[in-house]
Protein backbone atom coordinates (compact mmCIF):
# COMPACT_ATOMS: atom_id res chain seq x y z
CA UNK A 1 0.00 0.00 0.00
CA UNK A 2 1.26 3.25 -1.12
CA UNK A 3 1.96 6.52 0.85
CA UNK A 4 -1.35 7.98 -0.78
CA UNK A 5 -3.45 5.30 -0.70
CA UNK A 6 -5.30 2.52 -2.73
CA UNK A 7 -8.11 3.03 -4.49
CA UNK A 8 -10.67 2.03 -1.82
CA UNK A 9 -8.70 3.43 1.14
CA UNK A 10 -7.00 6.75 2.17
CA UNK A 11 -3.91 6.60 2.92
CA UNK A 12 -2.93 4.83 6.47
CA UNK A 13 -1.39 6.98 9.31
CA UNK A 14 -1.99 5.57 12.33
CA UNK A 15 -1.63 1.89 14.29
CA UNK A 16 -5.36 1.14 13.90
CA UNK A 17 -4.93 1.33 10.25
CA UNK A 18 -3.27 -2.11 9.31
CA UNK A 19 -5.56 -4.47 10.78
CA UNK A 20 -8.57 -2.61 9.97
CA UNK A 21 -7.60 -2.43 5.90
CA UNK A 22 -6.29 -5.91 6.55
CA UNK A 23 -10.34 -6.97 7.46
CA UNK A 24 -11.67 -4.32 4.48
CA UNK A 25 -9.96 -6.67 2.21
CA UNK A 26 -10.70 -9.82 3.46
CA UNK A 27 -14.11 -9.23 3.18
CA UNK A 28 -13.41 -7.54 -0.13
CA UNK A 29 -11.70 -10.51 -1.85
CA UNK A 30 -14.44 -13.02 -0.44
CA UNK A 31 -17.24 -10.93 -1.88
CA UNK A 32 -15.09 -10.26 -5.33
CA UNK A 33 -14.56 -14.31 -5.21
CA UNK A 34 -18.26 -15.11 -4.51
CA UNK A 35 -19.50 -12.74 -6.98
CA UNK A 36 -17.61 -13.92 -9.74
CA UNK A 37 -18.25 -17.26 -9.11
CA UNK A 38 -21.88 -17.09 -8.88
CA UNK A 39 -21.69 -14.57 -12.18
CA UNK A 40 -19.89 -17.55 -13.97
CA UNK A 41 -22.10 -20.15 -12.75
CA UNK A 42 -25.43 -18.16 -13.87
CA UNK A 43 -24.25 -17.65 -16.78
CA UNK A 44 -23.27 -21.00 -17.78
CA UNK A 45 -26.38 -22.70 -16.69
CA UNK A 46 -28.25 -20.51 -18.23
CA UNK A 47 -26.93 -21.49 -21.40
CA UNK A 48 -25.83 -25.10 -20.96
CA UNK A 49 -29.56 -25.69 -19.27
CA UNK A 50 -31.71 -23.44 -21.60
CA UNK A 51 -35.32 -25.09 -22.91
CA UNK A 52 -34.25 -26.29 -26.28
CA UNK A 53 -37.91 -27.03 -27.85
CA UNK A 54 -41.32 -27.41 -26.36
CA UNK A 55 -41.35 -30.82 -25.47
CA UNK A 56 -38.46 -30.00 -23.52
CA UNK A 57 -38.83 -30.72 -19.58
CA UNK A 58 -36.45 -30.96 -17.14
CA UNK A 59 -35.57 -34.09 -15.20
CA UNK A 60 -36.16 -34.50 -12.07
CA UNK A 61 -33.29 -33.39 -9.65
CA UNK A 62 -32.28 -34.71 -5.69
CA UNK A 63 -30.22 -32.88 -3.08
CA UNK A 64 -26.85 -32.73 -3.01
CA UNK A 65 -26.37 -33.28 0.55
CA UNK A 66 -22.76 -32.59 0.09
CA UNK A 67 -23.04 -29.49 -1.98
CA UNK A 68 -25.94 -28.18 0.33
CA UNK A 69 -23.57 -28.56 3.62
CA UNK A 70 -20.74 -27.12 2.20
CA UNK A 71 -22.33 -23.78 1.33
CA UNK A 72 -24.17 -23.84 4.85
CA UNK A 73 -20.62 -24.01 6.47
CA UNK A 74 -18.56 -22.37 4.27
CA UNK A 75 -20.16 -19.08 4.67
CA UNK A 76 -20.86 -19.70 8.27
CA UNK A 77 -16.82 -20.35 8.93
CA UNK A 78 -16.31 -17.52 6.85
CA UNK A 79 -18.82 -14.60 8.67
CA UNK A 80 -17.53 -15.70 12.02
CA UNK A 81 -13.88 -15.16 11.18
CA UNK A 82 -15.06 -11.53 10.35
CA UNK A 83 -16.89 -11.32 12.85
CA UNK A 84 -14.21 -12.20 15.46
CA UNK A 85 -11.78 -10.14 13.33
CA UNK A 86 -14.00 -7.15 13.67
CA UNK A 87 -15.17 -7.39 17.17
CA UNK A 88 -11.40 -7.46 18.05
CA UNK A 89 -10.48 -4.20 15.74
CA UNK A 90 -13.77 -2.64 17.59
CA UNK A 91 -12.18 -3.27 21.33
CA UNK A 92 -8.80 -1.84 19.69
CA UNK A 93 -10.25 1.15 18.69
CA UNK A 94 -12.55 1.16 22.68
CA UNK A 95 -9.86 0.46 24.60
CA UNK A 96 -6.89 3.74 24.71
CA UNK A 97 -3.77 2.92 26.26
CA UNK A 98 -3.76 4.04 29.88
CA UNK A 99 -0.80 6.25 29.40
CA UNK A 100 -2.19 8.35 26.32
CA UNK A 101 -2.02 12.07 25.61
CA UNK A 102 -5.23 13.26 26.77
CA UNK A 103 -6.11 16.40 24.32
CA UNK A 104 -9.96 17.85 25.25
CA UNK A 105 -11.70 18.48 22.07
CA UNK A 106 -14.58 21.13 21.68
CA UNK A 107 -17.00 21.51 18.15
CA UNK A 108 -19.58 24.04 17.67
CA UNK A 109 -20.24 25.63 14.38
CA UNK A 110 -18.29 25.08 12.20
CA UNK A 111 -14.71 24.76 14.15
CA UNK A 112 -12.83 22.24 16.06
CA UNK A 113 -10.39 23.63 19.00
CA UNK A 114 -8.36 21.84 21.05
CA UNK A 115 -7.81 22.42 24.90
CA UNK A 116 -3.76 20.92 25.32
CA UNK A 117 -3.20 19.64 29.34
CA UNK A 118 -0.88 23.08 29.59
CA UNK A 119 -3.46 25.19 28.97
CA UNK A 120 -2.89 25.67 25.12
CA UNK A 121 -5.34 26.27 22.47
CA UNK A 122 -5.44 25.42 18.74
CA UNK A 123 -8.56 26.04 16.29
CA UNK A 124 -8.87 23.64 12.73
CA UNK A 125 -5.22 22.19 13.18
CA UNK A 126 -4.55 19.06 15.58
CA UNK A 127 -0.87 19.39 16.59
CA UNK A 128 -0.16 15.80 17.72
CA UNK A 129 3.41 13.99 18.51
CA UNK A 130 4.21 11.06 16.55
CA UNK A 131 4.62 7.29 17.44
CA UNK A 132 2.40 8.53 20.57
CA UNK A 133 -1.13 7.03 21.74
CA UNK A 134 -3.61 10.26 21.55
CA UNK A 135 -6.80 9.81 23.50
CA UNK A 136 -9.62 13.06 22.42
CA UNK A 137 -12.21 13.68 25.07
CA UNK A 138 -14.67 15.49 23.16
CA UNK A 139 -18.13 17.30 23.62
CA UNK A 140 -20.12 20.14 21.71
CA UNK A 141 -21.45 23.34 22.51
CA UNK A 142 -24.83 23.13 19.92
CA UNK A 143 -25.60 20.39 17.91
CA UNK A 144 -24.10 16.64 16.81
CA UNK A 145 -21.07 17.49 14.79
CA UNK A 146 -18.76 13.76 14.29
CA UNK A 147 -14.43 13.70 14.04
CA UNK A 148 -13.64 12.00 11.30
CA UNK A 149 -9.77 11.24 10.58
CA UNK A 150 -9.58 9.42 7.33
CA UNK A 151 -6.30 7.97 7.65
CA UNK A 152 -6.42 6.75 11.05
CA UNK A 153 -9.92 4.94 10.60
CA UNK A 154 -11.61 6.40 13.36
CA UNK A 155 -15.15 8.88 13.17
CA UNK A 156 -16.70 9.08 16.42
CA UNK A 157 -19.97 11.55 17.00
CA UNK A 158 -19.55 14.70 18.64
CA UNK A 159 -22.65 15.48 20.82
CA UNK A 160 -23.62 18.50 23.10
CA UNK A 161 -23.95 17.70 27.22
CA UNK A 162 -21.79 14.84 27.23
CA UNK A 163 -18.09 13.36 26.14
CA UNK A 164 -17.65 10.96 23.57
CA UNK A 165 -13.42 9.64 22.81
CA UNK A 166 -11.41 8.62 20.33
CA UNK A 167 -7.59 7.55 20.53
CA UNK A 168 -4.98 6.95 17.67
CA UNK A 169 -1.31 7.04 17.14
CA UNK A 170 0.11 8.48 14.41
CA UNK A 171 2.84 6.39 12.54
CA UNK A 172 4.12 9.10 10.30
CA UNK A 173 5.19 12.74 10.92
CA UNK A 174 2.64 14.60 7.74
CA UNK A 175 -0.57 16.28 7.76
CA UNK A 176 -4.31 14.58 7.65
CA UNK A 177 -7.61 15.81 6.93
CA UNK A 178 -9.90 15.71 9.38
CA UNK A 179 -13.98 16.36 8.77
CA UNK A 180 -17.18 16.53 10.63
CA UNK A 181 -19.45 13.50 8.84
CA UNK A 182 -22.47 14.47 10.91
CA UNK A 183 -24.57 16.96 8.78
CA UNK A 184 -24.22 20.26 11.25
CA UNK A 185 -25.81 23.23 9.56
CA UNK A 186 -25.21 25.70 6.65
CA UNK A 187 -21.24 25.64 7.12
CA UNK A 188 -20.98 21.49 7.92
CA UNK A 189 -18.99 21.19 4.85
CA UNK A 190 -16.21 23.78 5.68
CA UNK A 191 -16.02 22.64 8.84
CA UNK A 192 -12.38 20.80 8.46
CA UNK A 193 -9.31 20.55 10.08
CA UNK A 194 -5.81 18.88 10.00
CA UNK A 195 -3.83 16.40 12.27
CA UNK A 196 -0.71 18.00 12.00
CA UNK A 197 1.92 14.88 13.24
CA UNK A 198 5.31 16.01 14.52
CA UNK A 199 8.31 14.60 15.89
CA UNK A 200 8.33 14.95 20.08
CA UNK A 201 10.72 17.39 19.90
CA UNK A 202 8.78 20.12 17.56
CA UNK A 203 5.52 19.30 19.20
CA UNK A 204 7.01 19.68 22.92
CA UNK A 205 8.57 23.37 21.28
CA UNK A 206 4.56 24.06 19.79
CA UNK A 207 3.06 23.21 22.90
CA UNK A 208 5.43 25.92 24.97
CA UNK A 209 5.03 28.38 22.97
CA UNK A 210 2.56 31.32 23.38
CA UNK A 211 0.78 29.36 25.76
CA UNK A 212 -2.34 32.04 26.99
CA UNK A 213 -5.01 30.36 28.88
CA UNK A 214 -4.33 28.62 32.14
CA UNK A 215 -4.24 24.99 32.16
CA UNK A 216 -7.77 23.18 32.69
CA UNK A 217 -6.56 21.71 35.71
CA UNK A 218 -5.73 24.70 37.17
CA UNK A 219 -8.97 26.62 36.42
CA UNK A 220 -11.05 23.60 37.43
CA UNK A 221 -8.42 23.79 41.16
CA UNK A 222 -9.86 27.69 41.41
CA UNK A 223 -13.47 26.72 40.65
CA UNK A 224 -13.38 23.93 43.00
CA UNK A 225 -13.12 26.83 45.67
CA UNK A 226 -14.84 30.09 44.37
CA UNK A 227 -17.94 27.70 43.98
CA UNK A 228 -17.60 25.84 47.38
CA UNK A 229 -16.98 22.42 45.81
CA UNK A 230 -14.18 22.32 48.76
CA UNK A 231 -16.93 22.95 51.09
CA UNK A 232 -18.38 19.50 50.95
CA UNK A 233 -15.91 18.15 48.85
CA UNK A 234 -12.17 17.09 50.71
CA UNK A 235 -9.25 16.40 48.13
CA UNK A 236 -7.40 14.69 50.63
CA UNK A 237 -9.57 11.37 51.33
CA UNK A 238 -11.25 13.11 54.53
CA UNK A 239 -15.09 12.80 54.44
CA UNK A 240 -17.33 16.16 54.73
CA UNK A 241 -20.57 16.54 53.53
CA UNK A 242 -19.69 15.02 50.29
CA UNK A 243 -17.23 11.68 49.27
CA UNK A 244 -13.92 13.17 48.89
CA UNK A 245 -12.58 13.73 45.36
CA UNK A 246 -8.84 11.79 45.72
CA UNK A 247 -9.04 8.58 43.68
CA UNK A 248 -12.95 9.32 42.36
CA UNK A 249 -11.37 9.27 38.59
CA UNK A 250 -12.05 5.29 37.68
CA UNK A 251 -13.33 4.46 41.44
CA UNK A 252 -16.17 2.19 41.56
CA UNK A 253 -19.56 4.25 43.34
CA UNK A 254 -22.11 2.22 44.58
CA UNK A 255 -25.79 4.28 44.66
CA UNK A 256 -28.31 4.63 46.76
CA UNK A 257 -30.15 2.43 44.57
CA UNK A 258 -28.06 -0.38 44.09
CA UNK A 259 -26.65 0.33 41.36
CA UNK A 260 -22.91 0.86 40.60
CA UNK A 261 -20.83 3.23 38.14
CA UNK A 262 -17.43 3.79 37.71
CA UNK A 263 -16.64 7.20 37.42
CA UNK A 264 -15.67 8.65 33.97
CA UNK A 265 -16.19 11.81 32.30
CA UNK A 266 -19.63 11.29 31.44
CA UNK A 267 -20.34 10.80 35.29
CA UNK A 268 -18.25 13.23 36.53
CA UNK A 269 -20.43 15.62 34.30
CA UNK A 270 -23.58 14.59 35.56
CA UNK A 271 -22.97 14.43 38.89
CA UNK A 272 -22.13 18.26 38.81
CA UNK A 273 -24.99 19.32 36.61
CA UNK A 274 -27.57 16.75 37.42
CA UNK A 275 -26.59 15.86 40.89
CA UNK A 276 -29.72 14.37 41.71
CA UNK A 277 -29.40 11.73 38.84
CA UNK A 278 -27.34 9.63 40.90
CA UNK A 279 -27.16 9.58 44.97
CA UNK A 280 -23.60 7.96 45.99
CA UNK A 281 -24.65 5.52 49.18
CA UNK A 282 -24.02 6.80 52.69
CA UNK A 283 -24.43 10.42 51.43
CA UNK A 284 -27.52 12.68 51.92
CA UNK A 285 -28.82 13.78 48.60
CA UNK A 286 -27.34 17.14 49.55
CA UNK A 287 -25.61 18.89 46.58
CA UNK A 288 -26.63 21.52 45.46
CA UNK A 289 -28.11 21.94 41.42
CA UNK A 290 -27.02 25.58 41.06
CA UNK A 291 -24.00 24.05 39.35
CA UNK A 292 -26.46 23.07 35.57
CA UNK A 293 -25.37 26.22 34.02
CA UNK A 294 -21.81 25.83 34.17
CA UNK A 295 -20.83 26.01 30.41
CA UNK A 296 -18.75 23.43 28.92
CA UNK A 297 -15.37 25.22 29.43
CA UNK A 298 -16.49 25.25 33.30
CA UNK A 299 -17.21 21.44 33.24
CA UNK A 300 -14.42 20.24 31.09
CA UNK A 301 -11.92 21.98 33.70
CA UNK A 302 -13.70 20.38 37.02
CA UNK A 303 -13.48 17.65 34.91
CA UNK A 304 -9.45 17.55 34.74
CA UNK A 305 -8.76 18.99 38.06
CA UNK A 306 -11.00 15.55 39.48
CA UNK A 307 -9.05 13.53 37.41
CA UNK A 308 -5.70 14.93 38.70
CA UNK A 309 -6.71 13.75 42.09
CA UNK A 310 -5.19 10.32 42.26
CU1 LIG B 1 -20.02 19.66 12.35
Not at 245 to 257: A, K, V, Y
Not at 263 to 286: F, H, Q, R, T
Request: hydrophobic share 40%.
Amino acid sequence: MGDKGTFWLPESGSTLSPGLDSLFYFTYWISVVIFVAVTVAVIVFAIKYRRRNDSDIPPIVHENKLLETAWIVVPTILVLIVFTWGFRSFLKLHSPPANAYEIQVTAKQWLWDYTYPNGKTSTGDLVVPVDRPVRLVMTSTDVLHSFFVPAFRVKQDVVPNRYSSVWFEATGQGEYHILCTEYCGTQHSGMLGSVIVQSAEDFDAWLQSGVEDMAPAEYGALLYTQQNCNVCHSVDGTRLVGPTLLGLFGRQTTFTDGTTAVADENYIMESIVNPMAKIVEGYPPGMPTIYSSFDSDQLNALVAFIKEQQ
